[in-house]
């Protein structure tokens, strides 16, 4: 199948030093077959790839509720395979054109049910791929199993995974420690599917896609594996849910779609959407994210003296700054964190927040300092 660049082809969300952001690629969909659509891009050149691949579903017959009403479920031609042997290669295809054209640190989503999402993880592991977590998506309004033979399927399993395990992906702790009220982000996500005005519709008031993600969904995955300016891919584009959330998040997208009934839905939705502005769209970044700010950065900025007297917070231990940014305290010398434990005989202590300036009666940790030297780097 050939491929073609088509439809919405939308400026970047932002202004961006990032020079791939003009690319011709570049927030659009590409109509055609996923494995030859990736071949277009540039290796090495997705931050994020969320997968929402046929499910391989292989239903049997039709579904109707008690009522009689028959039940519109996914029987579409795209989600239908003739063995799982079939379903196997065609796994295998789409992961290796991903693989490709993740950046090395980039991050993998792919979403799925019982019928297949086992196939993937094996499939995952077999060509590389190291896995992060597994995600369960509790759905708080299923679908009833109207046959009364099984469990209700409340449930579908998503995997993270990177390109090796000494990958380095973007994980947004502290910013879905905020998002989720001071608490750690589990991994069983209790979200409602699509329905209401956000399920898309034709004109005879018919789901224009039978498993449309909820854009909830969406946004908890790009906030936990992106930045603003990310390039995000979506290999099995649909309506756009992807596309819509990276727009509205400051992200730029790819999306790879055969349908295009479904690239015109998504064209609409995506052109619709209006990004907040950057300072909006920041993350919460806690400690361990931010630039390391060595101590003698102080003493080349002049915020620090040879000879500066520091102390403790109660003035119990006194240490002298020296020219080389070590310190010394009696008999101790060395760095701001091996001498604060030293002189509490202890195995090791944060330099930064024990030891203060003096101004008089007045004390500050040097860790304000730091922040001043980092708020200088940001201006």
């Known amino acids: ?27 659009t969909i590409l109509k055609g077959d996923c494995v030859a659509a990736l071949e277009t891009l540039p290796s090495q050149s997705v931050d994020l790839v969320f997968a929402d691949p046929p ?18 479920a996914c029987d579409d031609h795209w989600d239908q395979f ?21 950046k090395p640190d980039g991050s993998l989503y792919v979403i799925g049910s019982y019928h297949n999402i086992f196939r993937v993880g094996a499939m995952l592991q077999d060509l590389g791929f190291w896995i992060m977590n597994d995600i369960v998506w509790l759905k708080s309004n299923p679908m009833p199993n109207f046959r009364g033979k099984r469990f209700t399927n409340a449930h579908e399993t998503m995997i993270w995974a990177v390109k090796s395990k000494d990958a380095k992906p973007t994980f947004n702790y502290d910013a879905l420690k905020t998002f989720n009220e001071d608490l750690q982000m589990r991994s069983d996500w209790h979200l409602p599917l699509c329905t209401g005005a956000e399920r898309l519709k034709d004109g005879n008031g018919q789901k224009v896609h039978p498993t449309q993600k909820p854009e909830a969904l969406l946004y908890r995955v790009l906030t936990a594996s992106s930045k603003p300016d990310d390039v995000v891919l979506d290999p099995f584009f649909g309506t756009g ?21 479904y690239i015109d839905a998504a064209m609409a939705r995506i052109e619709a959407i209006e990004p907040g502005d950057s300072e909006a769209l920041e993350m919460q970044q806690g400690k361990r994210a931010q630039k390391r700010i060595p101590f003698g950065t102080l003493l080349e900025n002049g ?45 090791a202590c944060n330099g930064w927040t024990f030891w203060h300036t003096m101004d008089g009666a007045s004390k500050a940790p040097i860790d304000e300092l730091r922040k001043e030297i980092r708020s200088r780097l940001q201006a």
């Not at 849910?241 to 009934?261: H, P, S, W």
Request: net charge positive.
């Open 1 to 27: 199948m050939s491929v073609q660049r088509t439809g919405v082809s939308l400026a970047a969300p932002h202004p961006t030093k990032n020079r791939e952001a003009s690319a011709s690629w570049m927030n």
């Open 55 to 72: 499910y391989n579903l292989q239903l049997g017959g039709d579904l109707h509720r008690p009522d009689q009403s028959k039940v519109d």
């Open 82 to 102: 003739e063995s799982f042997q079939a379903y196997d290669s065609f796994t295998r295809a789409w992961l290796l054109a991903v693989r490709r054209v993740m």
């Open 241 to 261: 849910t992807t596309g819509a959330v990276a727009r509205k998040l400051g992200r730029n997208f790819v999306g790879v779609e055969r349908e295009q009934d």
């Open 303 to 347: 915020l620090l003296s040879p000879g500066t007297e520091l102390s403790c917070s109660r003035g119990k231990h006194i240490a002298i700054v020296r020219a080389d940014g070590s310190l010394k305290s009696g008999e101790h010398t060395g760095s701001i964190h091996k001498v604060g434990a030293l002189v509490q005989g202890q195995e």
